[in-house]
C-alpha cells in the first residue's frame, strides 16, 4: 500500500515548523487528533524562556501550491497571496479566542514564511478568499517580537475606569495609610453607599480625592470627620487626617509637618485599629537612607514622602508575584502628585485642587 505522494511533504513541513519555534524557546503541541485548521498550539515564551500564558495556533501549508502565486517588486519576490476555494477556514482562524497564523514551509530551503490572520488582511477573490504571506516574516529569532506581539494580540488590559470597586476588599489593614495615599479609590466608601462607620483610612482616601462634599455629609456617621474635632482626637490616624485637611484645602503645612514628630513607630504595643506598620516602618526606612532629613521640617517634607513613596515602590517590584495591590502602590495618587508640588512651592492652590 502506498501512501499518498503529499503526505511526508506535509508531515515534514509540520516539524520543520515545530522545531523552528522550539529554536525560538516556544513549546509546541501538536494537534493531530482534532485538526480542523490548526496543525500546532504554541506557547509564547519571552526570550528568557519565561512562558507569557498565551497561545498561538499554527496552520502550515507546503509544498508547490502554497508558492504559485508570488508576488515581485523589481525582480525581488516580496510575499506570496495564498488561496482558498472557500471561507471556512479563513473565518475559523481570524475569529477564533486565540490568534491564528499562516505558515507557509519552503521545503527546499527550509524557511517558513508566515502571517498573522485577521479580518482586514483577508480579501474577496469573488469565488473564494485569499491573504498576503509576506517574504520578510520569517519564524526565526529576527522576527521574534513581531511573533510575540501576535501572541499577545487578543490580550486585554485591565480596564480600571468606570469600575466598581469593594472598597478595602483585599487590602491588608497594616497598609490601609498607604493605600489611602496612593490609591485612595481602593479605600473610599462607594458615595452610593453611606456606611455604618469610617476609619481614618478611609477618611483620608476621600481627602485626597476632595471629595469634600461627602466628608461634610458623612460627619453625621462620624464626628471626627470635621477637622476641628479630628485634631483633638487621641488616634493618630485622625489627626492625621487633620493635618492633611488643612495641607490640601488651606495651604497650612505646619500640622502636616509636625504630626511626624509622634508618629507612632512601635505598632504592636498599639490596638490593630491604631497600628500604622507601614507609616512606621517606611519612616525608619526613609532616616536610615537619609539620617540628616528630617521630616518634621515643612522645608524637606515633599522630599520625605518621596523617598518614603519610593522606598514602597521599590520593595514592591522587587516581589517575585506582583498582584494587583502591590502594583497600585507603585504609583502616586495625582492629588498626592499635587501635594508634592505644592509643598515644594507653598502658594496657595485650595481652589485649583477644588477645581
Not at 500500500?1 to 524557546?25: C, D, H, Y
Not at 499554527?58 to 517588486?73: E, M
Request: hydrophobic share 35%.
Amino acid at each position: 500500500m502506498r501512501s499518498p505522494s503529499n503526505n511526508p511533504i506535509g508531515t515534514a513541513a509540520q516539524s520543520a515548523v515545530k522545531a523552528q519555534f522550539e529554536l525560538l524557546g516556544w513549546g509546541v503541541a501538536p494537534n493531530p487528533e482534532h485538526d480542523l485548521g490548526t496543525d500546532h498550539w504554541v506557547m509564547a515564551r519571552d526570550d528568557k524562556r519565561i512562558d507569557v500564558r498565551r497561545l498561538v495556533g499554527v496552520q502550515v501549508k507546503a509544498g508547490a501550491t502554497p508558492f504559485k502565486r508570488p508576488v515581485t517588486a523589481d525582480g525581488v519576490v516580496t510575499g506570496w497571496w495564498f488561496y482558498e476555494r472557500d471561507n471556512r477556514h479563513f473565518e475559523y482562524w481570524s475569529s477564533h479566542s486565540i490568534p491564528h497564523i499562516l505558515a507557509l514551509h519552503e521545503i527546499t530551503n527550509g524557511t517558513s514564511y508566515w502571517v498573522h490572520v485577521t479580518a482586514d488582511k483577508i480579501q474577496s477573490t469573488g469565488k473564494g478568499r485569499k491573504i498576503f504571506v509576506p517574504a520578510t516574516q520569517t519564524i526565526d529569532a529576527e522576527n521574534r517580537t513581531a511573533l510575540m506581539d501576535v501572541a499577545l494580540s487578543n490580550s486585554t488590559l485591565p480596564e480600571f475606569q468606570g469600575s466598581a470597586w469593594e472598597e478595602g476588599d483585599d487590602v491588608p489593614a497594616e497598609s490601609a495609610l498607604r493605600y489611602a495615599l496612593l490609591t485612595p479609590r481602593l479605600l473610599a466608601p462607594h458615595g452610593n453607599r453611606t456606611p455604618t462607620e469610617i476609619s481614618p483610612a478611609q477618611a483620608i482616601s476621600l481627602l485626597v480625592q476632595m471629595r469634600i462634599t461627602t466628608l461634610e455629609r458623612w460627619q453625621k456617621i462620624e464626628p471626627l470627620l470635621d477637622h476641628s474635632k479630628a485634631e483633638e482626637s487621641l488616634d493618630w490616624g485622625w489627626r492625621f487626617y487633620a493635618a492633611l485637611w488643612h495641607a490640601l484645602l488651606e495651604a497650612d503645612l505646619a500640622p502636616l509637618g509636625a504630626i511626624h514628630t509622634d508618629a507612632p513607630t512601635r505598632p504592636a504595643a498599639r490596638p490593630p485599629s491604631q497600628r500604622w506598620r507601614p507609616y512606621g516602618s517606611r519612616r525608619r526606612l526613609c532616616r536610615a537612607r537619609s539620617p540628616s532629613l528630617k521630616p518634621s521640617s515643612s522645608r524637606n517634607l515633599a522630599q520625605w514622602i518621596e523617598l518614603g513613596w519610593r522606598s514602597t515602590a521599590h520593595a514592591s517590584s522587587s516581589r517575585s508575584a506582583t498582584p494587583l495591590r502591590h502594583r497600585c502602590r507603585q504609583s502616586p495618587s495625582p492629588q498626592l502628585v499635587g501635594l508634592l508640588s505644592a509643598i515644594r512651592q507653598p502658594p496657595c492652590f485650595r481652589d485649583q485642587l477644588r477645581s
